[in-house]
């Protein structure tokens, strides 16, 4: 936090110049939002001023905006939201190019580009038949509905999600279930209905692109929690938890993107403890969860849902086409949620939301997850032992799920590395796009999937010769 010069002008008083003098180091981005400012007195013996002269300066700055008060803890900086405002939302042209812009000019350059770096399993890795069952199943008994659906999506599904949510240990109800159109609008959903632009939030650092490009569109500040082995790194989480104050964690725990990491049993029951201690709402994404071995307990079933949102999707197991994805959550936050999905884009398509349902009671759902998972391991050992022979550094080796994160031995930045590939039409997903703010990174986002094609791994070998050659 930078020092004031506080000088009153002609026609100021010294309270006037107190508030002119934090306020702009507030909008210069000096004194950072969440960052806890000097007591009274402190300030008041600093600054050679009185106690009562600083009180209500202070005052001042509460009713505009700038400050937040904690009784009992002292002042903080907050967010004024005004045009003139550093914290407003981003443009979409200043936001970093993400995944999903890559992948559109690869599909412009060439329909054969291998995929090496996206989201998403091959067409092939899903059941069709079964997809093709489903629809014939609604059209033969004439449940092709095309109105309007429920606003909380279709009641059956709700419910039958809420009894497999209740044997995975989280305790809810099929009304605070709301379906959504895939996870990422729920974590959208989330973001815009429970909190405010301008507020702190808390993402995996590295973590999952499009939401962070989203948080910062909406106007949030965001601060990247370091991601270990275990996932987040519990000591660096705290003291962003102390110095920043953060609203919100979103977090992907288990067999994360980018790196694969799933969190131990015991940095979860840390998760909880700093949550519960820095009141912090956490925003659980668990789209690969299905993905993991044996009964991993998530956090929304650690914490009882009191205090996590708990969002997941059918786009990893089921077909990404569908867009069916929904949010758990506790009974006080639903109708904000249910506000903001009518207001942001009325109802979900009940026709796919029946498509999911009739494709889980027809039974194949289990054995679809667990040929993805068999197929997934093998595809995860695969791709480590052949980065490995080239000597990449691994982040992890998971035991499951699409990602895989590693570095080459030989420093180069990333995304040059990638604009390499991509003229040989082999998309790969850069670092840089899973930090919070796009900062420069050697790692790389492999999904193991598509990394069994020959071609890539051609370039990579290539590659490391070029490194090779250049360093003799």
């Known amino acids: 936090m930078t020092s004031l010069s506080i000088s009153p002008q002609a026609g100021q008083t010294l309270v006037d110049a107190i508030v002119s003098a934090i306020s702009q180091a507030i909008d210069a981005g000096h004194w950072r939002p969440g960052t806890r400012i000097p007591s009274i007195r402190r300030f008041a013996t600093e600054n050679g001023v009185s106690p009562f002269t600083v009180v209500e300066a202070y005052d001042r700055l509460l009713s505009q905006g700038y400050l937040r008060s904690r009784p009992g803890s002292g002042f903080y900086v907050e967010v004024r939201q005004r045009a003139s405002s550093l914290r407003q939302a981003a443009r979409l042209e200043d936001l970093p190019i993400d995944e999903h812009w890559l992948l559109r000019n690869v599909y412009e350059h060439s329909e054969q580009a291998l995929q090496a770096g996206c989201g998403w399993l091959p067409p092939a890795w899903y059941d069709i038949e079964a997809q093709q069952k489903a629809l014939r199943a609604l059209a033969r008994h004439g449940d092709m509905n095309l109105r309007y659906g429920d606003p909380k999506g279709y009641p059956v599904l709700r419910r039958q999600l809420a009894q497999q949510l209740a044997e995975k240990g989280v305790p809810v109800q099929g009304d605070d279930i709301l379906l959504t159109q895939g996870a990422s609008k729920a974590l959208d959903m989330v973001a815009c209905a429970l909190l405010r632009p301008g507020d702190t939030i808390l993402v995996d650092d590295p973590g999952y692109c499009n939401l962070m490009s989203c948080l910062a569109f909406r106007g949030f500040n965001l601060i990247g929690v370091p991601w270990t082995e275990q996932g987040p790194d519990i000591p660096a989480l705290q003291a962003l938890l102390e110095t920043h104050r953060p609203r919100a964690f979103f977090t992907n725990p288990w067999l994360q993107n980018p790196t694969g990491v799933s969190y131990s049993v015991q940095t979860a029951h840390q998760v909880l403890k700093l949550a519960e201690q820095y009141d912090l709402l956490l925003v659980e994404d668990n ?94 050992f695969l791709a480590a032992e052949s980065l490995h022979a080239l000597g990449w550094e691994l982040f992890t080796r998971p035991a499951n799920g699409l990602f895989l994160c590693a570095r080459p031995p030989h420093t180069i930045d990333s995304m040059q590395l990638a604009e390499q590939a991509l003229k040989q039409d082999i998309l790969l997903a850069p670092g840089h796009l899973f930090r919070p703010y796009g900062e420069a990174s050697h790692w790389l986002r492999f999904n193991v999937a598509y990394c069994q094609d020959e071609r890539l791994w051609r370039f990579l070998q290539d590659h490391a010769s070029a490194s090779t050659a250049q360093q003799c």
């Not at 949010?327 to 009518?342: D, F, G, H, Q, T």
């Not at 009739?358 to 289990?366: A, I, K, V």
């Open 287 to 380: 789209v690969s969860g299905d993905f993991t071995h044996g009964r991993q307990p998530t956090l929304a079933a650690l914490d009882g849902l009191r205090r996590v949102i708990y969002i997941d999707s059918f786009s990893k197991t089921l077909s990404p086409g569908l867009r069916v994805g929904f949010i758990a959550c506790p009974a006080e936050s639903v109708e904000k949620l249910l506000r903001y999905k009518m207001m942001s884009g009325l109802t979900t398509p009940e026709l796919n939301e029946r498509v999911v349902l009739e494709m889980l009671n027809e039974g194949r759902y289990r054995r679809q997850v667990e040929k993805l998972r068999s197929r997934l391991a093998e595809a995860q």
